[in-house]
């Protein structure tokens, strides 16, 4: 007797062939490994890619520095700054 398909399943389920479609109504033919690994619709991947959205992370054209842009938003650096405002605070009481 062969093996019943389910309806619906997740994505990979989909994608090996072990389920028809996954709850958001994606098929087989719908679904496409990225360059991680990840199962994704091939629409919003390609859309993605035709989209660069990486704006003000870029450093800025003709700049020496070569990468993402830094420009005093590093968490880290923040947070012992208001450390060290806070201990300050503290003595001068």
């Known amino acids: 007797m062969p093996e019943?398909?389910?309806a619906v399943?997740?994505?990979i389920l989909v994608y090996r062939g072990k389920a028809k479609h996954t709850p958001g109504g994606l098929k087989k033919k719908d679904l496409v490994r990225n360059k991680h690994g990840?199962?994704?619709s091939r629409?919003?991947?390609s859309l993605a890619r035709k989209q660069k959205h990486l704006g003000s992370n870029l450093a800025?054209?003709?700049s020496k520095?070569?990468?993402p842009n830094k420009n005093g938003s590093?968490?880290?650096s923040r947070k012992k700054e208001n450390k060290k405002n806070k201990t300050r605070r503290r003595g001068r009481r």
Do not use: A, D, T
Request: proline content about 5%.
């Open 4 to 6: 019943k398909i389910p």
């Open 9 to 11: 399943g997740s994505r």
């Open 38 to 40: 990840r199962i994704v």
């Open 43 to 45: 629409k919003k991947q």
């Open 60 to 62: 800025r054209k003709g």
């Open 65 to 67: 520095v070569f990468g």
């Open 74 to 76: 590093n968490r880290k």
